[in-house]
T-cell receptor, first 113, second 109 residues
Framework: NAGVTQTPKFQVLKTGQSMTLQCAQD?????MSWYRQDPGMGLRLIHY???????DQGEVPNGYNVSRSTTEDFPLRLLSAAPSQTSVYFC????????????FGPGTRLTVL | EDQVTQSPEALRLQEGESSSLNCSYT??????LFWYRQDPGKGPEFLFT???AGEEKEKERLKATLTKKESFLHITAPKPEDSATYLC??????????FGTGTRLKVLA
């Protein structure tokens, strides 16, 4: 039982490049979410999903795209990277049935030059 | 607007010196109040969920309590390994969790 996994752990991009951050969970959780964490800002919700085929925007969705084709996977796409997207990104999952506790992945540290 | 505010931003304690961290919240229709621990370079690790005012939960040297306006994380006789950032989050029931900015705790031996 790996929990929530994220790849890659580190990434450096140039402005304008695109990339996908991967997130997978093996707990059969319905709810999955993406956050970014910046110094002094706390964790801010980017996008979330309550099941395969269902996604919605969080607090800071601009510049990011998501899709959910399976229960296990919830990739985050950066369409055209900007220096303002330099951050640490965390994926989380939880069951909608019990306790609402979110379990977090180890994070991806992204730098956009 | 839903908001979660944590204080202090940073706290230094001597080993064995008990203290409390504060989490004030204004979250409409609060469905749950969560505490997490985050070590440097790692993802948040779940500690507690509190659902209603008056509820208390304990784990080793940590005890979390909840009132209608705030939650406290009490740390009794802390050890250096308790050093971490402690995060508080409110869940409004609209699938959105609102996080505070955290309290950085340093326990000195």
């Amino acid at each position: 039982n790996a929990g929530v996994t994220q790849t890659p752990k580190f990434q450096v991009l140039k402005t304008g490049q695109s990339m996908t951050l991967q997130c997978a969970q093996d707990m059969n959780h319905e709810y999955m979410s993406w956050y970014r964490q910046d110094p002094g800002m706390g964790l801010r919700l980017i996008h979330y999903s309550v099941g395969a085929g269902i996604t919605d925007q969080g607090e800071v969705p601009n510049g990011y795209n998501v899709s959910r084709s399976t229960t296990e996977d919830f990739p985050l796409r950066l369409l055209s990277a900007a220096p303002s997207q330099t951050s640490v990104y965390f994926c989380a999952s939880s069951s909608l049935v019990s306790a609402d506790t979110q379990y977090f992945g180890p994070g991806t540290r992204l730098t956009v030059l | 607007e839903d908001q979660v505010t944590q204080s202090p931003e940073a706290l230094r304690l001597q080993e064995g010196e008990s203290s409390s961290l504060n989490c004030s919240y204004t979250v409409s229709g609060l469905r749950g109040l969560f505490w997490y621990r985050q070590d440097p370079g790692k993802g948040p690790e779940f500690l507690f969920t509190l659902y209603s005012a008056g509820e208390e939960k304990e784990k080793e040297r940590l005890k979390a309590t909840l009132t209608k306006k705030e939650s406290f994380l009490h740390i009794t006789a802390p050890k250096p390994e308790d050093s971490a950032t402690y995060l508080c989050a409110g869940h409004s029931g609209t699938y959105k969790y609102i996080f505070g900015t955290g309290t950085r705790l340093k326990v000195l031996a």
